[in-house]
């Protein structure tokens, strides 16, 4: 059987073909890219190689000779295959043909799992086509969405312009009128003090009224007790009027008794002279008596008129001094009525 070598050729091609799917590039991978062909040894030389002109790094005199193959291979044209070859030592047939049994079968497996992924990247591809179709479909409907709502947002954004309009027009009122409460409030600061002075005054008024109104009502307290006792004494005056008109009587009835003794006596004047004299003596004691009766009783009238004058002078004392105390209290309500009225304003 005649063995395959792995030529730089097939193993640069590899190498390319790794590097554009992202795939690491090491004697594995380029050997099983390459089916089996040759060693794993030729190829890990090739890929150090591969990776040297990569980077651009000095390689042995005897390499230099791979460099238009990598060259060639890097810019996508066909490469002579002819003398290319890696020196390599000389393989045992054996574990060659061994080897060469279990590339085909690996590549094989390569080849079903490439064309399984295949299927699945198909379907997957599907599914993704039909998501894409159906996110299109959303799209649109997203679009279709937001111009409606672009449209209403235009509306809103008018209606707000509209409103930010009439919002200035009433914040310079507004401005306007707080001008004026300024204003207002000056006039009722201004007006405040006043009031505040004249309940002061009213206050000190007030206080001059009470202490009149109290100094008032002490004086009748006074003139109350004064006029119980002046009562009192009237009382006692009339028992003693009383007692003195009662003696009048008597007087009275000792008058006409005496007259009409008087009368019997004058009718026995002959007989009854000693006892004339006696009446008679006993008339003057009487009329002595009534004399002093009489002016005993002139006196205790004199008493009663002075005490009902003081009385009545008492009385008109103490209505004074009511009617005072009532204008005060009139003039106190008022002072307070006033100072309410004055608050509330």
């Given at each position: ?33 390459c ?15 591969w ?10 005199k ?19 295959a ?16 061994a ?22 990247l198909?379907e997957?591809?599907?599914?993704l ?8 479909g959303?799209?649109?409907?997203q ?20 409103d930010?309009?009439?919002?200035h027009?009433?914040?310079q009122t ?5 001008q004026?409460?300024?204003k ?10 006043t ?5 002061r ?10 202490e ?5 009502e002490r ?7 004064e ?19 009662e ?10 008794s005496l007259?009409r ?10 007989d ?5 004299e006696?009446?008679q ?14 002016e005993?009783?002139t006196q ?17 004392q ?10 005060a209290?009139e ?13 509330q304003?």
């Amino acid at each position: 059987m005649a063995r395959i070598k792995l030529s730089a050729a097939m193993a640069f091609e590899a190498a390319k073909e790794l590097a554009q799917e992202g795939e690491e590039i090491n004697s594995s991978t380029l050997w099983m890219r390459c089916g089996g062909i040759g060693s794993v040894t030729t190829a890990k030389k090739w890929a150090e190689l591969w990776q040297a002109f990569e980077e651009g790094a000095q390689v042995d005199k005897k390499l230099e000779q791979y460099r238009p193959v990598y060259e060639t291979v890097k810019e996508g044209e066909e490469v002579d295959a002819a003398g290319d070859e890696y020196a390599e030592e000389e393989p045992i047939p054996q574990i060659v043909g061994a080897t060469q049994d279990y590339a085909i079968q690996i590549s094989a497996i390569v080849r079903e799992l490439v064309e399984e992924k295949t299927r699945e990247l198909a379907e997957a591809s599907s599914a993704l086509v039909e998501k894409a179709q159906q996110k299109q479909g959303q799209a649109a409907h997203q679009v279709a969405a937001s111009k409606e709502e672009l449209r209403e947002a235009q509306k809103k954004i008018a209606s707000l312009e509209a409103d930010n309009q009439q919002l200035h027009n009433d914040l310079q009122t507004r401005q306007g009128q707080i001008q004026e409460l300024e204003k207002q409030l000056k006039n009722a600061q201004q007006r405040h003090i006043t009031i505040e002075e004249h309940n002061r005054e009213l206050s000190k008024q007030l206080g001059e009224a009470e202490e009149r109104v109290a100094t008032l009502e002490r004086e009748g307290e006074a003139s109350k007790q004064e006029l119980k006792t002046l009562n009192a004494e009237r009382g006692k005056l009339q028992s003693q009027l009383v007692s003195v008109q009662e003696l009048a009587q008597e007087r009275e009835v000792s008058i006409s008794s005496l007259e009409r003794d008087k009368a019997i006596a004058e009718a026995r004047a002959g007989d009854l002279v000693h006892q004339v004299e006696r009446e008679q003596h006993h008339a003057e004691a009487l009329e002595t008596r009534n004399l002093e009766l009489s002016e005993r009783l002139t006196q205790e009238a004199a008493k009663a008129a002075s005490a009902q004058e003081r009385a009545r002078q008492l009385e008109a004392q103490v209505a004074k001094f009511e009617q005072e105390r009532l204008m005060a209290k009139e003039g106190e309500t008022k002072s307070r009525r006033k100072v309410s009225q004055e608050k509330q304003k």
